[in-house]
């Protein structure tokens, strides 16, 4: 590959394997759903969904094509914002009580990522806590192929339509963790941006912000090169870092963030943005799914392990809940001032993607105008503060490091070697930007 980015290095990886499902976008596709379910082998379909969405228009449609098309179907909508191990284990044995030989999600990222690790359970029985890597789990790989799984997100920002990854709270721990398979990637993604019209702007801000950085933290992730070449292909594992291929989907997705999300966020019924930021977060999805994601994510499970009291406007939980597009941005402009040394041509690219003001710039001020083009979109969009925006104050960050650096894939996806030094000084930096 003729990118200097890309280049070899001893030991290194070779070569990228890229996996997506097969994708259907536009207003009105729900509809198509019995369809796709009819074409993959489905007669008897287990309808994934949370009780929010379940008796609404999207299930409907979902619902009503599949009785177009003859196909019978169970509903488990027992799932909540951010589902835990206990939750998905009482999912699996939902899915293997049935006679089921497909699944179908309806929902955002905690209906899909749960769908995806019911299947586990019920195909291969064991709690899934076993198949996160140790200390957390057992790390037991996962076996073998799952159910046929259609995914419909209802929200513009997770992409886990386009993944193999499933990200679950621990409920022992109280913390996130992150599982991936190949086995785990759907089989289709319907994506209907008619689920974005009457999303709350809070909610449209949180998760597009949850969008721009999965695009921006696979656009400067460590390259595939980087990491060691693995002996057996199938072992290659989809986090593997930045590739050409998520190079490709992550500008496209960086594009639309710069320029649809103050848009989508500021008005419910400008169809354009919020289409784009639906297909900006597929994109995104696509990108990272095959990248992975780096020191953003990583820190972002420390704040929703230890979050406090905020405001959860236009979200159905009662709780202290930070939502994971805020729990990622609020660290994002003091990490993207740490790695840019590591890839300076790469954060000024960024930049200039999301529509920075750039000129005249030079790539050791790269670090700087990314940070303040992202604290240039969280100030219009009413993102909180930095951390302490989300309640927590200097006294926090020994216990915010101490729960991140378990993170260990992520962290070293980052482009720059990063310790628990490193980790203490981002979290400090991020306490406040303006
Ligand atoms: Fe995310």
Known sequence: MACQYFAPCEHGAESFTIEIPKVTFGRGVLHEVGERAQALGMKQVALFTDANLEHGPYVASVKQSLTNVGLNFQIFSDIRV?????????????LSSGNFDGVISVGGGSVIDAAKAAMVCAKYPRPVRDYFAPPVGEGIPIPGPLYPHIACPTTSGTGSECTSVSVLRIRELNTKFVFASPHMLPDAAVIDPTCCDTLPSNVVASTGFDLLSHALECY?????????????????????GANPWSDLAAVKALEIAGEYLVRGVADASDHEARDQLMWGASLAGMAFGNSGTHLPHALSYGVTHLMKDITTDGYAIKTPFVPHGISVI???PATFRYTADAAPERHLEAAKFLNADYKGADFKDSGEIVANRIIELMKQTNMPNGLNGVGFDEN?????????????RAIGNSPRETNFVDIENIYKNALSYW
Do not use: H, M
């Open 82 to 94: 951010e589902p835990d191990d206990v939750c998905v284990d009482e999912a699996g044995k939902f």
């Open 330 to 332: 609020v660290t994002a």
């Open 396 to 408: 926090d960050i020994q216990n915010l490091s101490n729960s991140s650096i378990r993170q260990t």
């Open 220 to 240: 400067t992730a460590k390259a595939y090169s980087q990491w060691g070449a693995v002996k057996n292909p199938n072992a290659r594992p989809l986090t593997q």
